[in-house]
């Protein structure tokens, strides 16, 4: 895989994603995170972004004392953008080399080497955080199973 030049993130295109909350740079660096601390793989990016939201609203889903990115009065109504921007996040990540996907049955995600080494240097609270909840995600619930994604439906009002 070809790996961009320059050897760091360049994830911020232009300057609307810099006054963005929820950047694909900072969507990227928790994806690194989240795939770091994954006991199965690989993971699909449904998976991928229904896990990343339950860790961000961790408190909502009995994983965390506290959501990350503080209280949302409109935070389940952001689950089909999140989605959009995880699946253009986990593109960039591959493009670098630091994400592989296995396309055995259908697009499937895990961190590589370079996405290891990379993240590994991450150790401020925030993503130590992070990496604790998204644990206790994978202790509690069977992604597999998709029992992450039902009980996002359901927090959000979104079942069918």
């Known amino acids: 895989m070809k ?8 994830m911020i295109e232009n300057k609307q994603n810099l006054s963005s909350f ?7 660096l928790r994806l690194l995170l989240l795939l770091s601390e994954a006991t199965i793989w690989p993971l699909s990016s449904l998976e991928i972004a229904d896990i990343d939201f ?18 949302n009065k409109f935070k ?4 089909k953008d999140r989605k959009k921007l995880i699946e253009e996040s986990l ?19 895990m961190i590589n080497d370079h996405g290891t080494e990379y993240i590994s240097k991450m150790d401020d609270t925030y993503s130590r955080q992070y990496r604790q909840t998204v644990k206790s995600i994978f202790k509690k619930y069977d992604v597999r199973n998709l029992s992450v994604i039902k009980e996002a ?6 079942n069918k």
């Open 3 to 10: 790996k961009e030049k320059g050897g760091c993130l360049k």
């Open 22 to 28: 929820n950047t694909r740079y900072e969507v990227s």
């Open 54 to 71: 339950m860790t961000i609203y961790g408190k909502e889903f009995g994983v965390s004392d506290i959501n990350l990115n503080g209280d």
């Open 76 to 79: 389940f109504g952001q689950l």
């Open 91 to 109: 593109k960039k990540l591959v493009r670098l080399g630091w994400v592989y996907v296995n396309t055995k049955n259908g697009f499937k995600y």
């Open 153 to 158: 439906e359901k927090k959000s009002g979104e």
